[in-house]
């Protein structure tokens, strides 16, 4: 284990937020406001691309033990629409926190964040109660929902932005980068993380080594070796993401031979003639997000209008 993940699994035995804690917004918060801000105007400008991202990193990311159990056990990702329902209420939240004011109490971002700690404090509470009960005496207490788990968790929202932005067709600097992850150094926080665990407390250079550590010694063996029921939920989202259209545009190979080639690695799959079509497809809409401007803009506005960016305060 690499020494960041070392210090991560510190975290194992220590429950990422309670929905009680209420302290979480302040007025001492010691906030470059300024940058915060310029890491949310970095998501809006790569929309598109950074949906993408995150869509990649999701299905790699199914495969990750501690993040399938509690998909798993929810039982709200089974089934393509399930799934669809499940990861566009997902991606709703994610849009209030990049496009609201988080730091204001009363905003519908503030409120989409203590929803998201209710949820987790919850879902906690209910694997808990599960592992009391097929619990043996010899068996060690477990944490779910962990520091470790939500840093993990955290790591898959920007982990490929910040590892692979031309590749994700992003036209960025390093800048833009760091600003971002200090944007996800708050909501780390404000989600539960604590200073110890948030792994953009220290930057983008850090958080660029700690993502690619995880990526090397969790995401990629996962998936080489995937935990039972992970291709079931993996293809339960896929499917769901093609209910948007007569035409399949996904597969799950499809997607995770674009991470394999990421990561410089053979996948441990044949691709079929419609996977490589749809991978080809993939590839094309990222190099015509990086060098068409109008193309990027254009599907930008189309999300914005879908989620209603403009009422989102």
């Known amino acids: 284990m690499g020494p960041w993940l070392v210090r991560l699994s510190e975290g194992s035995d220590q429950p990422a937020c309670d929905s009680k804690d209420s302290e979480w917004l302040t007025d001492e918060l010691d906030v470059d406001t300024e940058k915060f801000k310029r890491g949310q105007n970095f998501f809006k400008k790569n929309l598109m691309q950074c949906v993408l991202a995150m869509l990649t990193s999701l299905v790699a990311g199914l495969s990750v033990k501690n993040l399938l159990e509690v998909l798993i056990a929810t039982q709200k990702s089974s089934t393509a629409k399930a799934s669809l329902y499940r990861y566009l ?110 792994i953009c407390i220290h930057g983008y250079a850090e958080a660029f080594d700690i993502c690619k550590e995880i990526e090397t010694e969790i995401v990629v063996p996962s998936n080489i070796d995937p935990p039972p029921g992970a291709q079931e939920m993996v293809e339960a989202f896929v499917n769901g993401l093609n209910l948007f259209s007569p035409v399949s545009f996904y597969s799950s190979k499809c997607i995770l031979n674009k991470c394999y080639n990421l990561v410089q690695k053979p996948p441990p799959f044949e691709m079929t003639f419609y996977d490589r079509c749809r991978k080809l497809f993939f590839d094309f809409m990222l190099t015509a997000l990086y060098y068409v401007p109008i193309f990027s803009k254009l599907c930008n506005r189309s999300i914005e209008a879908v989620f209603n960016a403009k009422s989102i305060t």
């Not at 944490?143 to 788990?149: A, K, L, R, W």
């Not at 490929?160 to 780390?188: A, H, K, Q, S």
């Open 89 to 198: 209420d997902t991606f709703r939240h994610i849009m209030r926190w990049h496009y609201g004011s988080v730091f204001d109490e009363k905003s519908s971002a503030a409120l989409s964040i203590q929803q998201v700690r209710r949820m987790h404090s919850s879902a906690r509470t209910m694997m808990q109660a599960k592992s009391d009960n097929t619990a043996h005496d010899d068996k060690p207490d477990r944490v779910f929902v962990s520091q470790y788990d939500m840093a993990v968790v955290q790591s898959g929202f920007f982990g490929m932005i910040i590892m692979y932005p031309r590749e994700m067709g992003i036209r960025c600097t390093v800048d833009d980068l760091d600003d971002y992850v200090y944007f996800w150094r708050w909501i780390g926080s404000f989600l539960g993380i604590n200073d110890q665990f948030n």
